[in-house]
């Protein structure tokens, strides 16, 4: 007797779309004003360090706007052509800003290093500070609602667009002591110093996001931690002999588990669906975004391996 037992589509709630979808939306909205502010406070300063910040927010708006289409894509039922679902559209559209997002970061590097031989004097440091203590505001309101949403949703593309606005929160409490800084001690060196400090934070986020995109498209294996979560699990049911070819994978929103459980051959199919069923809801309710596949793999009585 070989059998195999799927658990039913796992699909996403209508609560955790409406979190990831105002999620995007606020993000785009909030990159939108960002830049508005940013662009004003840059034309009176001359600033290469909010000229920084100012890119770090265009570059937030086109992933954000990436990140909205992307998210649709993804949030799409499972369908006759695409049985896993859409999930890795998340991951496709993560490669995309990385790319994007490190190209920037070179250009900035440049600029900077130019900025360091052939330093400018800088101006109206009041109205930038001003500027960038709104978004300061702006963006911590953006990231803490982002983090609820990750905490609800384990959306990849939503993580990949908070580790922008993280970046952005820091950048601009980097900017806002910079202009004041600069402005009072003298140092007109040190704005270009943080303009390239924000390229270099830039770049290693690009490399952040297009690396755990990568381990989706690549079909990585979930952590160790899990895996063995996993095998704990089946192997509680004192039915199970034995747990092996255990498979695992993630498609951003939703993780696909499957194994094979050793059971004594003399179980009845009924019997067997039954241990099938306890271990698929045990590890549903472990890991709520999972669909697994069980195979249940006959095995001798003990007994008689053991003679």
């Given at each position: 007797m070989v059998t195999e037992h799927t658990s039913p589509q796992v699909g996403i709630s209508k609560h955790h779309k409406f979190l990831i979808t105002t999620a995007t939306y606020s993000a785009v909205v909030v990159a939108a004003l960002l830049i508005g502010a940013k662009s004003f406070a840059w034309m009176l300063t001359s600033s290469l360090s909010l000229q920084a910040s100012l890119i770090d927010s265009l570059l937030d708006m086109v992933t954000s706007i990436m990140n909205l289409l992307v998210v649709r894509q993804a949030l799409k039922p499972a369908d006759a052509e695409h049985r896993f679902g859409h999930g890795k559209a998340e991951a496709l559209g993560g490669l995309g800003?990385?790319?994007?997002?490190?190209?920037?970061?070179?250009?900035?590097?440049?600029?900077?290093?130019?900025?360091?031989?052939?330093?400018?004097?800088?101006?109206?440091?009041?109205?930038?500070?001003?500027?960038?203590?709104?978004?300061?505001?702006?963006?911590?309101?953006?990231?803490?609602?982002?983090?609820?949403?990750?905490?609800?949703?384990?959306?990849?593309?939503?993580?990949?667009?908070?580790?922008?606005?993280?970046?952005?929160?820091?950048?601009?409490?980097?900017?806002?002591?910079?202009?004041?800084?600069?402005?009072?001690?003298?140092?007109?060196?040190?704005?270009?110093?943080?303009?390239?400090?924000?390229?270099?934070y830039i770049l290693y986020t690009s490399w952040s996001i297009g690396r755990r995109s990568l381990d989706v498209l690549m079909d990585r294996e979930l952590p160790d931690k899990a895996r063995l979560r996993i095998m704990e699990i089946a192997l509680k049911d004192p039915r199970v002999w034995g747990v092996h070819d255990l498979r695992t994978r993630s498609a951003g929103l939703q993780d696909f588990i499957q194994m094979h459980l050793d059971m004594d051959e003399k179980l009845s199919l009924l019997e067997a669906h039954d241990v099938a069923n306890t271990v698929e809801l045990a590890l549903q309710e472990a890991f709520p975004h999972a669909e697994i596949i069980i195979h249940q793999d006959p095995l001798p009585y003990r007994g008689a391996m053991a003679s």
């Open positions: 800003q990385s790319a994007f997002i490190a190209g920037s970061a070179v250009w900035l590097i440049i600029d900077a290093l130019h900025r360091l031989v052939s330093p400018r004097p800088l101006q109206e440091s009041g109205t930038g500070s001003i500027v960038m203590l709104i978004a300061i505001v702006l963006t911590l309101l953006l990231v803490l609602y982002q983090r609820y949403v990750i905490k609800q949703t384990r959306s990849l593309a939503i993580s990949a667009d908070s580790l922008h606005y993280v970046g952005d929160l820091y950048t601009n409490i980097g900017v806002l002591i910079s202009l004041n800084v600069s402005v009072l001690l003298g140092w007109t060196r040190l704005d270009s110093l943080v303009g390239a400090g924000i390229a270099g």
